[in-house]
């Protein structure tokens, strides 16, 4: 990795003062330390806040209310324990067993698939907004594939694996296309792409070579047992291209030409055409390789989870993706890591939700949004903890409507 | 007023930006404030107008000290300043723009309006700044919305103005309408502190001058002091202000541009039928005021944008439909007129940058894949061949000095064996030292046996590196001449006061 941090201002040669002002406005390789820690104090503010909301969901500890001036130690207990149980609940459902590991790393995979798809579009400069679209076009290719096609074990796999990825990268090659063609704006055009496949879903749906023979319901037959990731113990292997798919964006990146490129017309593209850099081939082939790995996306939930295609197949992972990226910082890694946190608080989501308490599993979402928003608000965090503001702070940045 | 600053001392972590400056502008003088790029004057003035807190030291209006928390103190207490990026609202009107901040209303927040322009009107007459009140912002030319600015600044009744660098973006025509605007500033009793790095400037109009290094003072000069020695404290050794050069032997015609001519996207033409010959071994130099061409003329001979006519020919080949790509592999080096703009990029590191436009090669990628390996190598050698002064290769170019930033896109540029240097303003923002350092460079260059062609508005770098001069007006070469003219006559060229059968004129092909 090429990040690594500078104590700011050391060993400068005397007479190059750098201005410190200029220094924070960079998007830096230099800082994942102070990013780690704001990060860090963000999720615990966030856990903060959701045990208000724990307490306040409680039935218990509000009727305990009712009589905290006469005996106020109840309310504290009953708060006590309903936090404690929902937090524990939350922690053992995503790492407590076998199971619960299992249960996070699934969940987890297509976050971090579809959302290295918006990181690697970051870096070009690019807010791709259509993830969600790339990832439905993926599980229509995929699942027709997998329930359809009858082939061998192994090599039907492939097949199906193939045609989610090829159809997540056409979907994104669209936009990217459009973007260097002719200048339409990439957050317009994907948003518009993303009505366009779910109401192509919706259509294929109610059609006989979709839907499930014998049955009026938008739902479709899962895929064949021969196009299904393998499983190791209770974990399917799809999981593993999850990693090989990050080092590969972090090699594309950071060691290769193409990434090169995709980086210098993300950051400057008037310079990066002025070095010979074709802006509009980086856009396009930004935006198919982030479909692409939509796409990958994709083939986990049809292939991996053995979902058949409803209007619901992808949830909302193509949406998570882009707070996983925000929340990674558009890095790999950190992609990887925020992924495995949001693939974590919905698997631990569910127990809680089961424990004793009974908290919603919609608390996890509105922990995983305070998360973003107080990492979007670093100088609040820093405020709350008393961190000392190292400038370290740097976000994503995404091109305005301007060009 | 007097405004005294008394051992102004600024700290960020371990660097020191201005060091115990103690300094006082007399009512009514024009104080000069000299200083290359980095040295800290800007600093210093932050922290006199409240947008910066100063570590130790104080500043004393007429003898009584003040803070200053915010820019509304210090406009409170009567110092205004005219900031190098315009502080204006390009949709609104002048009258406007002035009244910002502290907008007068007639009953029910209705805006006054007429009052703001009668203000604008007031103000213009009485400090002879032509200004129409009702113009919007973004239409007027830079020198005219510098002028928005001052009035601004005389709106909050302002005793001390501070100009911040206010030629860099200027014709020299605006130049000089600038400086009599400070002189009648001068003389109604406004005191000017007057931010630059240019000798020229400071001794034309400067009562005191302040000389500034690595955020200490050096001294305070009269203007009677030459150029050279003014150079000499502000680098802080002996600086050649001229360019050690043989005469050049020109070759063969390397480049050859034929009746090019572009339309910009506005529809308008900005280069009417350009030609010229480039031979090897020689530099062309193109003067002109800024925006007469010259910036669509370079872009299309890189290609990156194309010429709606003519053709361009590089050794006899034709490149007029070659994009950047092609036209650097041709043998074309090129140093774009704004260097953050399209001459690096700021979040990539100095290694980043020094292949950003060779990572193709061989040399620095195999397939795919870079070869880091040989980057590293190329940034070690480059930096310390250019004396880049960066803290290491991994530092962003933003974060470096804008010599330094300047040194980088030349270094890159100068790199691999070329036919054809474009280089378009190369100096411009860049201290002293680098000036020096860049036009030795340059040269070099030339005595390899590269055509050399040198675009700049700045007569002073023309005449140091030219051996020809094609001058530049409305979109036309009104004459190419030679580097003996005398600096009037080749003033009035660029100001299409004169034709070019007017002027001695030299053979085209001289």
């Known amino acids: 990795m090429p990040e690594q941090t500078k104590p700011e201002g050391a060993g400068l040669p005397e007479d190059q003062p750098v201005r410190p002002e200029d220094k924070a406005d960079v998007r830096s390789p230099a800082s994942w330390l102070p990013t780690v820690k704001v990060t860090a104090a963000a999720f615990l503010l966030a856990l903060v806040v959701g045990a208000f909301l724990i307490v306040f969901s409680d039935q218990q500890t509000i009727e305990s209310l009712g009589y905290f001036f006469d005996y106020p130690w109840d309310f504290f207990r009953y708060a006590g324990e309903a936090i404690y149980q929902s937090y524990w609940a939350l922690l053992t459902g995503a790492v407590g067993s076998g199971r619960a590991i299992s249960q996070t790393l699934e969940r987890a995979a297509p976050l971090i698939c579809a959302g290295l798809g918006v990181s690697l579009a970051f870096r070009t400069g690019l807010f791709n907004i259509g993830a969600q679209g790339q990832l439905l076009i993926g599980t229509i290719l995929a699942g027709y594939v997998g329930f359809t096609w009858s082939m061998p074990p192994g090599l039907h796999l492939l097949v199906a694996l193939i045609a989610g990825v090829l159809g997540g990268a056409a979907w994104g090659a669209i936009s990217g296309l459009l973007k260097a063609k002719t200048g339409a704006h990439e957050v317009i055009t994907t948003i518009m792409l993303n009505y366009v496949a779910t109401s192509l879903l919706l259509y294929l749906l109610t059609k006989n070579a979709f839907q499930r023979p014998g049955s009026d319901n938008p739902r479709s037959l899962p895929a064949e047992e021969s196009a299904l990731f393998p499983s190791i113990g209770t974990t399917h292997t799809g999981v593993i291209l999850a990693v090989i798919a990050a080092v590969g964006v972090w090699w594309l990146l950071e060691r290769s030409t193409i990434g090169f490129e995709m980086r210098a017309v993300g950051a400057n593209a008037d310079a990066a055409a002025t070095a010979g850099m074709s802006v509009g081939r980086a856009y396009t082939l930004a935006m198919l390789i982030a479909g692409a790995l939509a796409g990958l996306a994709a083939t986990m939930q049809i292939l991996g989870r053995n979902d058949s295609l409803t209007a619901n197949v992808a949830g909302s992972i193509g949406f998570d993706a882009i707070t996983v990226a925000l929340l990674g910082r558009a890095t790999p890694l950190g992609t990887v890591l925020a992924g495995l946190l949001f693939g974590a608080l919905a698997a631990g989501g569910i127990q809680m939700q089961a424990s004793e308490a009974a908290t919603p599993v919609s608390l996890t979402l509105v922990l995983q949004a305070l998360i973003v928003l107080f990492v979007a608000a670093p100088a609040l965090v820093r405020g709350v903890m008393r961190m000392k503001d190292t400038g370290g702070g740097a976000t994503v940045m995404a091109k305005g409507w301007g060009s | ?510």
Do not use: W
């Open chain 2, 1 to 510: 007023m007097e405004l005294e600053m008394r051992g102004l001392t600024k700290r960020f972590g371990s660097f020191t930006a201005n060091d115990d400056i103690s300094l006082t502008i007399e009512p009514g003088e024009i104080h000069c404030l000299l200083g290359d790029n980095g040295a800290g004057k800007n600093k210093l003035m932050n922290m006199l107008y409240g947008l910066l807190e100063p570590t130790a030291g104080e500043v004393r209006l007429d003898g009584e000290p003040v803070t200053f928390a915010t820019p509304g103190d210090a406009i409170e207490a009567g110092i205004g300043m005219v900031h190098q990026h315009f502080m204006l609202v390009p949709v609104f009107t002048v009258a406007e723009n002035v009244m910002l901040g502290r907008e007068q209303t007639r009953g029910l927040g209705v805006l006054d309006r007429e009052k703001a322009a009668a203000l604008v009107r007031e103000l213009s007459e009485r400090y002879r700044l032509a200004v129409d009140p009702h113009a919007l912002v973004e239409d007027l030319p830079v020198g005219v919305q510098q002028r928005v600015e001052i009035i601004k600044a005389l709106a909050n009744e302002a005793k001390v103005l501070i100009l911040d660098e206010p030629t860099a973006v200027l014709t020299p025509q605006e130049i000089d309408e600038l400086m009599d605007i400070m002189r009648s500033l001068k003389e109604q009793g406004t005191s000017i502190v007057f931010i630059t790095h240019k000798l020229r400037e400071v001794k034309a109009i400067g009562d005191r001058i302040t000389v500034i290094r690595r955020g200490k003072v050096v001294g305070t000069a009269p203007p009677s002091t030459s150029e050279t020695e003014l150079a000499e404290m502000m680098v802080g050794r002996a600086v050649k202000l001229t360019v050690d050069k043989e005469p050049a032997r020109p070759g063969d015609v390397v480049m050859e541009a034929k009746d090019v001519t572009v339309i910009d996207p506005r529809g308008h033409t900005v280069v009417k039928g350009v030609s010229f010959e480039a031979r090897a071994g020689e530099v062309l130099g193109i003067a002109g005021v800024q925006g007469n061409g010259q910036t669509e003329l370079i872009k299309s001979l890189l290609g990156v944008i194309r010429p709606d006519a003519g053709r361009i020919l590089v050794d006899g080949q034709d490149i007029s439909a070659h994009g950047p790509r092609e036209s650097l592999e041709t043998g074309i080096g090129y140093i774009p007129e704004d260097r953050s703009h399209d001459g690096y990029v700021g979040a990539f590191t100095v290694r980043e940058n020094l292949v950003l436009d060779l990572y193709r090669n061989d040399e620095f990628s195999k397939g795919f894949a870079l070869r880091l390996d040989n980057i590293a190598k190329n940034a070690a050698a480059r930096i310390e061949e250019f004396d880049i002064r960066t803290e290491d290769m991994d530092t962003p170019v933003s974060s470096l000095s804008g010599g330094n930033q300047q040194k980088v896109v030349v270094a890159r540029e100068l790199s691999r064996p070329l036919k054809v240097l474009v280089a378009s303003q190369p100096t411009r923002g860049v201290d002293v030292g680098s000036i020096e350092f860049i036009h030795k460079r340059i040269i070099t260059e030339r005595d390899q046996g590269t055509a050399v062609v040198i675009v700049s508005t700045e007569l002073d770098e023309i005449f140091a590196l030219a051996d020809r001069i094609a001058v530049m007006y409305d979109g036309r070469i009104v004459g190419i001449v030679s580097p003996d003219i005398a600096r009037e006559d080749i003033g009035l060229m660029m100001a299409g006061a004169v034709g070019p059968a007017d002027v001695a004129k030299e053979g085209t092909d001289a």
